[in-house]
């Protein structure tokens, strides 16, 4: 199922390690008025060797633009950039689904440097 309800076919660890999984601070929110659902335009920067990177993530319903700025967020680094209206979306941030379909961000509990790959 597309909805992440039953475990999906095992995977050999080396297509895991395909997937690049990265931490950054988000240095930017800002409206994303053409989406054609509720979304914001993040500027997020991961590190000296990914640099700073741009991503629509549709998290309007449990956050405010004012309390991501500084916020540290997981994203995969390594998808292909998709055009989502007018905006180029160049990382995927990573959230689960609350009880109602709305996205919380996944995020770190303790200090991390921007760019650290998840493994």
């Known amino acids: 199922m597309a909805d992440g309800s039953t475990v999906r076919e095992t995977i050999a660890f080396d297509d895991f390690l395909k997937v690049d999984v990265r931490v950054g601070t988000v240095l930017k929110a800002e409206p994303f008025p053409e989406a054609r659902k509720p ?3 993040l500027t997020v920067d991961f590190g000296p060797e990914i640099g700073v990177r741009r991503s629509s993530a549709q998290i309007t319903h449990h956050y405010g633009l004012d309390e991501l700025v ?5 994203a995969v680094v390594n998808f292909p950039p998709r055009q989502i209206g007018p905006f180029m979306s160049e990382v ?3 959230g689960f689904p609350d009880a109602d379909g709305h996205v919380v961000l996944v995020g770190v509990d303790r200090a991390v440097p921007d760019g650290g790959r998840l493994f």
């Open 70 to 74: 500084g916020r540290k967020v997981a």
């Open 39 to 41: 979304a914001y335009k």
């Open 92 to 94: 995927l941030c990573l």
